[in-house]
Nanobody, 121 residues
Framework: RLVESGGGSVQAGGSLRLSCEAS????????MGWFRQAPGKERERVAT???????FYADLAKDRFTVGRDNAGNRLYLQMTSLRPEDTAVYYC?????????????????WGQGTQVTVSS
């Protein structure tokens, strides 16, 4: 089970920190990541962190977002800075039972309920 927290409303240029807790998993053996879906758009990968600490950032997130996991591997974070109105979306935490991450969201078996991020101009 994945539980997200930390979404909310912010003005452009502001920051938010999202958190995701994975319960009942062996956190260190899984890949965890953040995806987002804006109204009328497909879900897209934002950032992922594999079991070895290797991270991936989509172009939309580079230089603005930072993904991280705690030492136990059960918590995933997304620090978002310099937020833009186009970052407005529902952000989902996802996990897959593999030490390596994948780009396709179909590869992720576990999803959180999503947390809304709204950025106003």
């Amino acid at each position: 089970r994945l539980v997200e927290s930390g979404g909310g409303s912010v003005q452009a240029g502001g920051s938010l920190r999202l958190s995701c807790e994975a319960s009942r998993y062996t956190g260190s053996a899984i890949c965890m990541g953040w995806f987002r879906q804006a109204p009328g758009k497909e879900r897209e990968r934002v950032a992922t962190a594999d079991a070895y600490g290797k991270t991936f950032y989509a172009d939309l997130a580079k230089d603005r977002f930072t993904v991280g996991r705690d030492n136990a591997g059960n918590r995933l974070y997304l620090q978002m800075t310099s937020l833009r109105p186009e970052d407005t979306a529902v952000y989902y935490c996802a996990a897959r039972f593999s030490r390596f991450c994948a780009s396709d969201d179909d590869a992720y078996s576990y999803w959180g309920q999503g947390t809304q991020v709204t950025v106003s101009s």
